[in-house]
């Protein structure tokens, strides 16, 4: 049996991208209620920071956005492009 490759970090920064947009809410914004910088935030969405946010981050980000957690991991169809 095979494991598909999966870049979740690829979709975990799409995901944070699409609710935040979805909430019409700023990078900005989102950084002022995670209390995490804005440059960072802008980092994760645009793949400039290592994959190592951390759980907490995540928890964070999900709670800001008003979204389960788990929603950040949820690979869709719009997903899909972003995973090959």
Not at 11 to 24: D, T, V
Not at 34 to 54: C, G, M, P, W
Not at 60 to 77: T, W
């Amino acid at each position: 049996m095979e494991i598909e490759y999966v870049d979740i970090y690829k979709i975990i920064r799409h995901n944070i991208k699409k609710y935040r947009k979805e909430k019409g809410m700023t990078q900005a914004k989102l950084a002022e209620l995670t209390d995490l910088s804005h440059d960072y935030i802008r980092q994760i969405e645009s793949d400039k920071v290592a994959n190592t946010f951390s759980v907490q981050t995540l928890y964070d980000i999900s709670q800001a956005l008003g979204v389960d957690i788990g929603l950040l991991f949820q690979k869709d169809d719009v997903n899909n492009s972003i995973t090959n």
